[in-house]
Structures are given as C-alpha cells and as structure tokens.
C-alpha cells in the first residue's frame, strides 16, 4: 500500500453525513480503497473550532498588550 510523502500535495475530501468534517487521504490501496484521517492542519482547526486568523491590525494590538507580559518557556527572559 503506497503512502504519501510529506512533501506530496495532500488530497483533501469533505464528508458529510453520518461521519462529517474535513479528512485527508493517508494511503491507497491496490483495489482503489482509500485511508483518511481528520485534516489537522492549522486552516482545518480554525474552521472545526468556529476560529479566523487574526487581522494585521488586531495582531499588533495583541502583541503590545500582552507581549511584554509572555515569557520564555524556561522562565528566564
């Protein structure tokens, strides 16, 4: 059973019904059947979660308000 490369383009299928949501193909078999697992990327998470990127204007915003406060992950900073 042939599995994609990373680097390959991904091919993406929406579902509807019973089982619904984005999903992408992860493998093909020999007799045309097809493996899919839930699309995770970012843009997929976004739209499940109800979300949007945030605007140029709403980033820096956020960033000068609560970027002084964040520190690094070991604390130190």
Known sequence: ???MAAEEQL???TLSG????EYVV???GPGGEITLV?????KAIL???GGRELTP??????WAEHGPHMLSPD???
Do not use: L, Q, Y
Not at 18 to 21: L, R, S
Not at 38 to 42: E, G, K, M, Q, R
């Open 1 to 3: 059973m042939p599995t």
């Open 11 to 13: 091919v993406h299928v």
């Open 18 to 21: 019973a089982i619904a949501g």
């Open 26 to 28: 992860k493998d093909t």
């Open 38 to 42: 839930p699309d995770t990327s970012w």
């Open 47 to 49: 739209a499940r979660g």
């Open 57 to 62: 204007e709403e980033s820096a915003a956020f």
């Open 75 to 77: 604390g130190e900073g």
